[in-house]
C-alpha cells in the first residue's frame, strides 16, 4: 500500500506545481476528518485509502487542469503501481461524480465515475469543501456553483453526497 511519503512523492515526480501539492493536502486533511466521524458512526471506512486517495486525487493535473485530469491521473498513478482502490479515488473525485452520459458530454472515455465505496465518496466530498487550499463550507460551495452556471442536477447531487458522508452537513 502506498504511504503518505510516497503518495507526496509522486506528485513531485509527475510535475505537480506546489499550489496543487497542497491543495492536495488540504483535501487528504478534510476528508481524513470526514472519514474519522464515519468510523465514529460505525461505518466501515479505510482511513489509509481515504488519507492516499486524498493526497492523489488530483494527480492528473500534473499534465492538464480540464475534466480529463482524472483519467490522466489514474494512468499515471498506475505507472506508479498505485493500487485499484486509490485508483478509483482518482477516477470518481470530480464534483459528486459523473454519470456515463455526463462523461460522453465531457468527452471522457465511456465509463461511469459515479463513486460507490465510502472512502470514493469521501474523497470526492472533500474536494468540494476545499478551494485553492481553503476549506470552505458547503453552502459557499453552493453560491459558487450557482454562479458557475452549475445546473441543479449537478448541484443536487453534490448536496445529497455532502449529507451522506459528512454528520455535521
Not at 487528504?28 to 470526514?34: G, L, Q, R, T
Not at 464515519?38 to 492528473?60: P, Q, T, Y
Not at 468527452?107 to 470552505?136: C, F, M, Q, S
Request: charged share 35%; glycine share 8%; net charge negative.
Amino acid at each position: 500500500m502506498t504511504s503518505r511519503e510516497e503518495a507526496l512523492q509522486i506528485l513531485k515526480d509527475e510535475g505537480c506545481e506546489d499550489k496543487v501539492i497542497q491543495h492536495c493536502i488540504t483535501v487528504a486533511d478534510k476528508a481524513m476528518e470526514i472519514a474519522k466521524k464515519n468510523v465514529a458512526k460505525g461505518r466501515d471506512v479505510d482511513l489509509h485509502l481515504v488519507e492516499i486517495g486524498g493526497l492523489l486525487h488530483d494527480l492528473g493535473r500534473a499534465k492538464n487542469h480540464d475534466m480529463t485530469h482524472a483519467v490522466v491521473g489514474v494512468e499515471l498513478a498506475k505507472k506508479h503501481g498505485v493500487e485499484k482502490p486509490v485508483l478509483e479515488i482518482i477516477k470518481k473525485h470530480i464534483g459528486a461524480g459523473i454519470t456515463r452520459e455526463e462523461a460522453a458530454y465531457f468527452g471522457l472515455p465511456d465509463d461511469d465515475y459515479i463513486p460507490r465505496t465510502w472512502e470514493e465518496k469521501i474523497v470526492a466530498h472533500a474536494d468540494n469543501l476545499v478551494k485553492g487550499t481553503k476549506v470552505i463550507t458547503l453552502e459557499k460551495r453552493n453560491k459558487i456553483l450557482t454562479e458557475t452556471g452549475a445546473d441543479e442536477e449537478i448541484r443536487e447531487r453534490i448536496n445529497k453526497l455532502a449529507h451522506e458522508v459528512d454528520p455535521d452537513e
